[in-house]
Nanobody
Framework: QEQLAESGGGSVESGGSLRLYCAGS???????MAWVRQAPGKEREAVAQ???????EYLESVEGRFTISRGNAKNTLLLQMNSLKPEDTAMYYC????????????????WGQGTQVTVSS
């Protein structure tokens, strides 16, 4: 069964850094891979995505602080998060799609279980 598996979440103080990692099914061909977050009581929002052409998009509020990249293995994805703020606290999901997407959480059709990121002030 296909899975996207995230790791690397945790708790940090404001200004700290975390690195998230996602591994997808190596036999799949994804057009777009993304990180999506959901804070309690809020809708899911796409944070960053990279497509098969290596085109990258970021949510405005994280641009300059977060960096999305592909890992060395096929269908792996990283999110380096620096200068974290309490408002970055959320469950972070790895997501993917077989088609082109705008930076939109409703576009992706493959999802991981999520990893919690908590930033204290």
């Amino acid at each position: 069964q296909e899975q996207l598996a995230e790791s690397g979440g945790g708790s940090v103080e404001s200004g700290g850094s975390l690195r998230l990692y996602c591994a997808g099914s190596p036999e799949r061909r994804y057009h777009t891979m993304a990180w999506v977050r959901q804070a309690p009581g809020k809708e899911r929002e796409a944070v960053a995505q990279i497509n098969r052409h290596s085109e990258i998009e970021y949510l405005e509020s994280v641009e300059g602080r977060f960096t999305i990249s592909r890992g060395n293995a096929k269908n792996t994805l990283l999110l380096q998060m620096n200068s974290l703020k309490p408002e970055d606290t959320a469950m972070y999901y790895c997501a993917a799609s077989s088609w082109a997407c705008e930076l939109d959480a409703t576009c992706y059709n493959r999802w991981g279980q999520g990893t919690q990121v908590t930033v204290s002030s």
